[in-house]
T-cell receptor
Framework: DGGITQSPKYLFRKEGQNVTLSCEQN?????MYWYRQDPGQGLRLIYY???????QKGDIAEGYSVSREKKESFPLTVTSAQKNPTAFYLC??????????????????FGPGTRLTVL | KNEVEQSPQNLTAQEGEFITINCSYS?????LHWLQQHPGGGIVSLFM???GKKKHGRLIATINIQEKHSSLHITASHPRDSAVYIC?????????????FGKGTHLIIQP
């Protein structure tokens, strides 16, 4: 079955440690995204990538880093520079707009999320 | 950057009631998304629409592009509809640069 996987579902880390969240998709999507969700707030865009070896900052990229070495994978590293890293992190993917006559808009498919708690 | 406003933030209703959730956005868009998030956190895409109306079972989504407004309706609501419903639009109106989300509507349907 095609889909997006994120692991682990729950992650605990000590303050000051870097941590990497995994996101893998087998949908053959070009674009991938990372969002962060905090209680009472909408999801916010951290980083996105439209093509391998290229990525762009979203609204809240400070303290995070990403890589896109393979089309299927878009890992997110939460660095010690991120002041308040405890949150729910969602990965998503989509085809690029205009690349399909059947789906001209970028419908996004979401992973199950990783809940990160920094102690 | 697109801004999204959703209302109401919280909604409690009795089973069987007709539910309406509203969404307004600031920048013209290629498509609008309605998403559902259950307590475990996973998000499911309900609708993506760029004009008119779409229906899936008891769920109906409408959009007015000129007024930059969309509504999600649930007919004959059921306790299993209890979830957070989120409206999202393209970050800058179109393209593949991510979505901007509303804060969500927390819906509780009581038996």
């Amino acid at each position: 079955d095609g889909g997006i996987t994120q692991s682990p579902k729950y992650l605990f880390r000590k303050e000051g440690q870097n941590v990497t969240l995994s996101c893998e998709q087998n949908l053959n999507h070009d674009a991938m995204y990372w969002y962060r969700q905090d209680p009472g707030q909408g999801l916010r865009l951290i980083y996105y990538s439209q093509i391998v070896n290229d990525f762009q900052k979203g609204d809240i990229a400070e303290g995070y880093s990403v890589s896109r070495e393979k089309k299927e994978s878009f890992p997110l590293t939460v660095t010690s520079a991120q002041k308040n890293p405890t949150a729910f992190y969602l990965c998503a993917s989509s085809i690029l707009s205009g690349t399909s006559l059947l789906r001209p808009h970028n419908e996004q498919f979401f992973g199950p999320g990783t809940r990160l708690t920094v102690l | 950057k697109n801004e999204v406003e959703q209302s109401p933030q919280n909604l409690t209703a009795q089973e069987g009631e007709f539910i309406t959730i509203n969404c307004s956005y600031s920048v013209g868009i290629s498509a609008l998304h309605w998403l559902q998030q259950h307590p475990g956190g996973g998000i499911v895409s309900l609708f993506m629409l760029s004009s008119g109306k779409k229906k899936h079972g008891r769920l109906i989504a409408t959009i007015n592009i000129q007024e930059k407004h969309s509504s999600l309706h649930i007919t004959a609501s059921h306790p299993r509809d209890s979830a957070v419903y989120i409206c999202a639009v393209p970050y800058s109106g179109g393209g593949a640069d991510g979505l901007t989300f509303g804060k969500g509507t927390h819906l509780i349907i009581q038996p």
